[in-house]
């Protein structure tokens, strides 16, 4: 039976890595893998995660399974920080953790189509895995552009999909850091779509897996809280394995915003069961470690501060992009400087981006979107050049 099965082509991202860590050349450029990197090209564990999972070492005295929701403790100490005090929408919002935001994108696409979603309108390009997960769960894709040619957000777009949805339709959305394009809504745009959400009765599903690496972690919960205060239900998939460096433990959390508070449990019921039949719980330690950091108030300052500083030198690196956007004039690098978290997309044929990899040895996803982290102080001019010699013709 199973000589049967076609091969798969690999995973693109993972083929680049391979080829990246088999270059010899000293001075070779990774700006593929979507990870944070700090001015010196690692990938550490945050100092507060380090703590709080040597307390979890010290303190912790069952590994006992906990149930297809995970550490409920986790799941609400995140609350705050991405719905923010409305107490309106708070009553309406219950959530269970999940294997990663991969987890809870997951999960609310198979509870969308559980519930009659046959469809869901998705900006494009996306991240590769948002078509992939539908494609699995058996839900038609209906894809619009997600940016303008100017490296702003298409709102015109993202509107007409929200107007023409049928009945049976939903929306997802990147609540902020957009990957690939780091093309985020303004606010003025997310008052716009929240209103248009709410006038023809479409279904959001939000996706936040880089929230605190744009603007801040207020300033980039401005969409989901926007949406979230005007339509009557939501679903928000979240990810910490960005902003707490938890990448590998695979933490998330899956959010339902019911229209009526007596509605939650018997709609987490049926995410429960499906999470049951999937990966039946949750891995508890990355949650438990961000559990600990966000019980903590000491912690819960180191935490912030190391998200401030990731956020900060992901914006010097893009400030130092768009400063040379005359150095290399067909690439609208001056764009970069509006858009926000680890990614970008250049708009560079296959063709350069060979060139960039063979003659330069530096990576970069066939797309054209770069690791904005990947660059530092010591290889931003290099790169800048190599852009500006392949793009000269
Ligand atoms: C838009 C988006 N959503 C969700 C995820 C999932 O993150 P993870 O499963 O690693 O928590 C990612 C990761 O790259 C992402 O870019």
């Known amino acids: 039976m199973l000589d049967r099965l076609e091969p798969q082509a690999p995973d693109a991202l993972l083929a680049l890595i391979k080829m990246y860590a088999q270059d010899p050349r000293e001075d070779k450029i990774d700006l593929g893998v979507g990870v944070y ?32 929701e995970g550490d409920k403790q986790f799941v609400d100490a995140l609350k705050p920080y991405i719905f923010g ?21 997951r999960l609310a696409v198979a509870l969308a189509q559980q519930a009659g979603i046959e469809r ?16 699995d769960v058996g839900v038609e894709t209906a894809p619009f552009d997600h940016a303008s040619k100017d490296g ?17 339709d939903a929306i997802l959305l990147h609540g902020c850091c957009h990957n690939p394009t780091g093309v985020d809504y303004t606010n003025e745009q997310w008052d716009a779509i929240a209103q248009a959400l709410t006038d023809h009765g479409v279904l959001p599903i939000i996706d936040v897996a880089y929230q605190g690496l744009g603007h801040g972690l207020e300033e980039d919960a401005y969409g989901v809280r926007r949406v979230l205060a005007s339509v009557p239900e939501a679903l928000v998939a979240y990810s910490c394995d960005k902003n ?22 018997a709609i987490l019921s049926n995410a429960n069961a499906l999470a049951r039949a999937n990966w039946s719980m949750p891995p508890d330690h990355g949650g438990a470690a961000v559990r600990t950091v966000l019980h903590d108030d000491e912690l819960t300052a180191a935490w912030l501060a190391e998200v401030e500083d990731m956020r900060t030198r992901m914006r010097k690196v893009r400030n130092r992009l768009a400063a040379a956007d005359s150095e290399v004039p067909s690439l609208n690098l001056a764009a970069l400087a509006e858009q926000n978290g680890l990614f970008a997309v250049l708009a560079l044929s ?32 290099r790169f800048i050049a190599a852009l500006a010699e392949v793009t000269r013709d």
Do not use: C
């Open 37 to 68: 990197r700090t001015n010196d090209g690692a990938t550490p564990v945050f100092r507060a995660i380090k703590q709080a999972e040597q307390r979890l070492v010290d303190t912790q005295d069952s590994k006992s399974y906990l149930g297809p």
């Open 85 to 105: 005090s409305d107490k309106g929408t708070n009553d309406r919002i219950e959530g269970m953790q999940t294997p990663g935001g991969t987890g809870a994108v």
């Open 120 to 135: 869901i309108h998705m900006g494009v390009p996306s991240w590769p895995n948002h078509a992939q997960i539908l494609g």
């Open 152 to 168: 702003s957000a298409d709102l015109a777009a993202v509107l007409d999909a929200i107007a023409n949805a049928r009945e049976t």
């Open 244 to 265: 707490f460096g938890l990448y590998r433990d695979r933490v998330g959390a899956f959010y339902i915003m019911a229209a009526k508070p007596d509605q939650i449990e």
């Open 350 to 381: 296959k063709d350069q981006i060979a060139q960039l990899r063979e003659d330069h040895g530096i990576y970069m996803a066939g797309s054209g979107r770069i690791n904005v982290a990947g660059l530092h102080e010591g290889n931003t001019d």
